[in-house]
C-alpha cells in the first residue's frame, strides 16, 4: 500500500498567511493526487485534483504542486472560513489512502 | 445540480449487519465510478470500496479492512449505491461518505453529507 505523509500535522497562522501543507507518498503515484478541504461536522470538499489542477468554483487561492513523491498546497491569503483539516489522497493505485490531515488553526 | 444523500445509518450490534444507500441525481451515474470512504469519531478519513461504471461492467475494489464482509453495489434504476455491511465490528463505528469519482482524472469531485454508523453493544 502507498502511504501518504502529511506535515505538518497541525499550524497556527494568521488571517492573510501564506501557509504550505506538504504531503508524501512512499512511492511515486505521478501526478495522481487530490486535496481536500474539510470543516468540523461537514462532508469534505475537492480542492485540487492531478496535483495542481484547481476544482472548479475553488478560489484561486488555493494552488497545488508537485510529482512523483512530493506534493504542496498552498493557502495563499488565509481567510477566516480557510481554517479547516486538510487531506492529501492518491489514486494511483489500489487500496486508495489518504494523509492523516492538517489542522490550520487561528493564531 | 449534483447531489449524493446517503441514508440508512444507525446502531447495530457487533456481528450484526447494515445497509447504506446514497441517492445520486444531477449526473448520469452509470458513466461514473462511485466510492465509499468513511471516518471514525476524531479521526481522518479511510477509503473503504469503489465500483466502476456501466462501461467497466460495474467491478468493485475494496479496502483490506473490509474486504470479504462489505459488499458494494448499484442499482442504475433508481440511481443508488449501496453499502451492505456484514460482520460489523466496533472498529467499523464512523460517518460513510459516499463520493462520485471524475470521469477522466478518478478523483473524488462530489461528496454527500454522510450517515452515521455506531457498532456497539
Known amino acids: 500500500d502507498i502511504q501518504m505523509t502529511q506535515s505538518p500535522s497541525s499550524l497556527s497562522a494568521s488571517v492573510g498567511d501564506r501557509v504550505t501543507i506538504t504531503c508524501r507518498a512512499s512511492q511515486g503515484i505521478r501526478n495522481s493526487l487530490a486535496w481536500f478541504q474539510q470543516k468540523p461536522g461537514k462532508a469534505p470538499k475537492s480542492l485540487i485534483y492531478?496535483?495542481?489542477s484547481l476544482q472548479s468554483g475553488v478560489p484561486s487561492k488555493f494552488s497545488g504542486s508537485g510529482s512523483g513523491t512530493d506534493f504542496t498546497l498552498t493557502i495563499s491569503g488565509l481567510q477566516p472560513e480557510d481554517f479547516a483539516t486538510y487531506y492529501c489522497q492518491q489514486y494511483d493505485s489500489y487500496p486508495l489512502t489518504f494523509g492523516g490531515g492538517t489542522k490550520v488553526e487561528i493564531k | 445540480e449534483m447531489q449524493l444523500v446517503e441514508s440508512g445509518g444507525g446502531l447495530v450490534q457487533p456481528g450484526g449487519s447494515l445497509r447504506l444507500s446514497c441517492a445520486a441525481s444531477?449526473?448520469?451515474?452509470?458513466?461514473?465510478?462511485m466510492d465509499w470512504v468513511r471516518q471514525a469519531p476524531g479521526k481522518g478519513l479511510e477509503w473503504v470500496g469503489r465500483?466502476?461504471?456501466?462501461?467497466?461492467?460495474?467491478?468493485?475494489e475494496y479496502a483490506a479492512s473490509v474486504k470479504g464482509r462489505f459488499t458494494i453495489s448499484r442499482d442504475g434504476a433508481e440511481n443508488s449505491l449501496y453499502l451492505q455491511m456484514n460482520s460489523l465490528k466496533t472498529e467499523d463505528t464512523a460517518v460513510y461518505y459516499c463520493a462520485r469519482v471524475s470521469g477522466i482524472f478518478y478523483y473524488m469531485d462530489v461528496w454527500g453529507k454522510g450517515t452515521t454508523v455506531t457498532v456497539s453493544s
Open positions: 492531478a496535483a495542481s
Open positions: 444531477g449526473f448520469t451515474f452509470s458513466d461514473h465510478y
Open positions: 465500483t466502476r461504471n456501466k462501461a467497466n461492467s460495474y467491478t468493485t
